[in-house]
């Protein structure tokens, strides 16, 4: 049964590139959340995707976005990267939308900007 | 939520000793409460979780106390072994579709 998975695990990227992640979500789940963990911080919620559409979302500028796929899939793009956006982004997923359950997360994804 | 500074509580324990981990939420309309473990260069992991109608509920070795009248949360970990070693984040859900709200991380560090 696989679990929450991302890539990918380590990326360096300047001062105003572009990114994305991706997230694929464990077995059997339909939700993906999107959390940015800076260092020795707990993660801070970035969007929640459900049946392809943002259903909840986090005090996030717009420079991040992201997309849900049918397959459930998620990407989390970043624009315009500030020095402030290097930090652990972890994917986590769970069933049936936006309600109290427990989310099971990634990995993530270390974003470091030069 | 809260978040945490550069320097995390500690607490340190030895092996084989009881653990307790608390976390104060801030919101009176919470009702859902989950413990994570994360281990250095891993996500969250989910421990247990518990509702408000309840005050107590036990996993294996951990059990979760919640008292709603100081808004504590607690987490008790029996017979604490080194693979217990990790920092152990608090997080709280409100009533209807809001997002988890992540606590201060207390990090355990266990003596062997």
């Known amino acids: 049964d696989a679990g929450v998975t991302q890539s990918p695990t380590h990326l360096i990227k300047t001062r105003g590139q572009q990114v994305t992640l991706r997230c694929s979500p464990k077995?059997?789940?339909?939700?993906v959340s999107w959390y940015q963990q800076a260092l020795g911080q707990g993660p801070q919620f970035i969007f929640q995707?459900?049946?392809?559409?943002?259903?909840q979302r986090g005090n996030f500028p717009d420079r991040f976005s992201g997309h849900q796929f049918p397959n459930y899939s998620s990407e989390l793009n970043v624009n315009a990267l500030l020095l402030g956006d290097s930090a652990l982004y972890l994917c986590?997923?769970?069933?049936?939308?936006?309600?109290?359950?427990?989310?099971?997360f990634g990995d993530g994804t270390r974003l470091s900007i030069l | 939520g809260e978040s945490v500074g550069l320097h995390l509580p500690t607490l340190s324990v030895q092996e084989g000793d009881n653990s307790i981990i608390n976390c104060a939420y801030s919101n009176s309309a919470s009702d859902y409460f989950i413990w994570y473990k994360q281990e250095s260069g891993k996500g969250p992991q989910f421990i247990i979780d518990?509702?408000?109608?309840?005050d107590k509920r036990q996993g294996q070795r951990v059990t979760v106390l919640l008292n709603k009248t100081v808004k504590h949360l607690s987490l008790q970990i029996a017979a604490t072994q080194p693979g217990d070693s990790a920092v152990y984040f608090c997080?709280?859900?409100?009533?209807?579709?809001?997002?988890?709200?992540f606590g201060k991380g207390t990090r355990l560090s266990v003596i062997a």
């Open positions: 518990i509702r408000s109608n309840m």
């Open positions: 986590a997923s769970s069933f049936g939308g936006p309600r109290d359950q427990p989310q099971h």
């Open positions: 995707y459900y049946e392809e559409e943002e259903r």
């Open positions: 077995s059997g789940h339909d939700t």
């Open positions: 997080a709280e859900n409100r009533k209807g579709n809001t997002p988890l709200v």
